[in-house]
């Protein structure tokens, strides 16, 4: 058998000439090529090294934040007012998410949320990162946990808690989501309490689960605790009766305030409505407003010892000094002033015991104008209170040069100026206080308040009496009186403005309020109560407001130690005097 040999060069293409060209061609491309590699790694690994260094990190690397502790609330006594407890808060990558049978339902129903929205949430896969829910409670994050669903995670965060609720809630506020103050204290002092966060930067993978620390981590630094000056039982108590007051005269809202006499601290603070600050949902603006700060209105009768201090203080009048109030009115520039009922001829005493408008203006008509602004000005009206509190107003004092003679007269039984109720029970600090008005703070302090000048002790002293004069039998408001202790103070009732007039008999409205202070003669506490609109029959505050001073009095006295400076038996309330409008 005999091979046939292959004769290659019989096959047309190899017996072809190939031009010289193409095969340079050919070996140009691949050192073109090969060049091109060339730079483009230099440019990768020299030039632009930091860039692709930080795309390469993106993708397994992360820095995750540590969270920082908010410092607690505490009121003076150490009692937790607002805290922060862990509250993690779950979050997935929609594209990673693999569900079991029934996982959904079990997740929906720890979230407490619908089904149907969280598979909305879930079903968005062009979404690498969604917030599920914030802030849940440990056990709840424990079970979703348990569940092992690939895909969701969580993340450590802390959520604030305030035991006190709503008693409180005015005062300390409260933050959102992202641990932000957004009212009261928590605003205020949202610098302080907030802390420093740190940061940890870890290796991923492909799970998102970090598997290597790189670098050192930086320990979150936790917030501030704050203590501030008030009293968590005095606050308390004062919310438990004002809330009863509102609701048994049918009241629209009211607020009280009590003061240490002898430092300025403010012992409580509380408004009604009210809400819970760490369960705000359907939260309205009535609940939410701070009134005892924000709110203002003619302070009425309680200006009526500022005038006649001033009248003492400048020799003018004497306690004991008459002064004609037939037949119960008196006309200015022919505008007629009255009172509720004719009272004859009465003692400057008594003009602020019976609160007396035509006594009070007689008084005002022999000063000038300008020194009733500068002695209201100096006792804190017309000016914004420097406390440590967001929102706090400065009320309205028109400068005296604008007054016209009916206008100084009314201002000098309080209307035609404006005031809150803290401006209010903060004034009468000059009283308390040997005729100096003192700061008033939300902090906690032991050292007694530097005052400013405003009468001379002898002065306070004299009005202090009348106070006590006013607060019993045959003043406006006997129902202010306590059980072993003396009081003082002033009630007041004003008409409410309705559209540009104060409203006729058939729909008028109006606002009650008693300022006072205990023991009379060495006063310890200055409390202040308000109610806006009573319409359940009585309306005067020696009515409304001065049985919430007084238990607010006692109790406070008795929490702070103070002791009894009257023999312990109970008070003849009788039924107060009439106030004049």
Known sequence: ???????????????SRTPVWRSKFVVGAIALGFTGLVARAAYIQVVANDFFQRQGEVRFARTIDLPANRGRILDRNGLILGSSVPAPSIWAIPEDVELEKGQLAQLAKLLEMPAADLSKKLDDEDKSFVWIKRQVDADVAKKISDLNIKGIYQRKEYKRQYPEGESAAHIVGFTNVEDNGQEG????????????????????????RAVEDVGEVVQPVAGRDLQLSIDSKIQFFA??????SVLSNKAKAGSVV?????????????NYPSYTPDKRQNLTGAQLRNRALTDTFEPGSVMKPFTVGLALETGRVKPSTIIDTAPGSVTITGA???DSHPHGALTVEQVIQVSSNVGTTKIAMQMPASEMWQTFSQAGFGQKPQIEFPGAVSGRLRPYKSWRPIEQATISYGYGMSASLFQMVRSYTVFSHGGNIIPATLLKTSEPAVGVPVFSEQTAAKIRHMLQMAAGPGGTGPKAQTIGYSVGGKSGTAYKQVGKGYGTDGNRKYRSWFVGMAPIDQPRVIVGVMLDEPSNGKYFGGDVAAPVFSETVQQTLRMLGVQPDMAVRPQIQADAVEESF
């Open 185 to 208: 204290v928590e605003l205020m002092f949202n610098k302080e309490l907030l802390g420093r966060p740190g940061m940890r930067h870890v290796i991923k993978d492909r799970l998102g």
């Open 336 to 338: 007629t002033i009255h």
């Open 258 to 270: 009590v003061l240490d006499a002898i430092t300025g601290e403010v012992l409580a603070l509380a």
């Open 1 to 15: 058998m005999t091979r046939r040999g292959i004769q290659y060069t019989s096959s047309p293409l190899l017996a």
């Open 239 to 244: 919310y438990q009766k004002l809330r009863d």
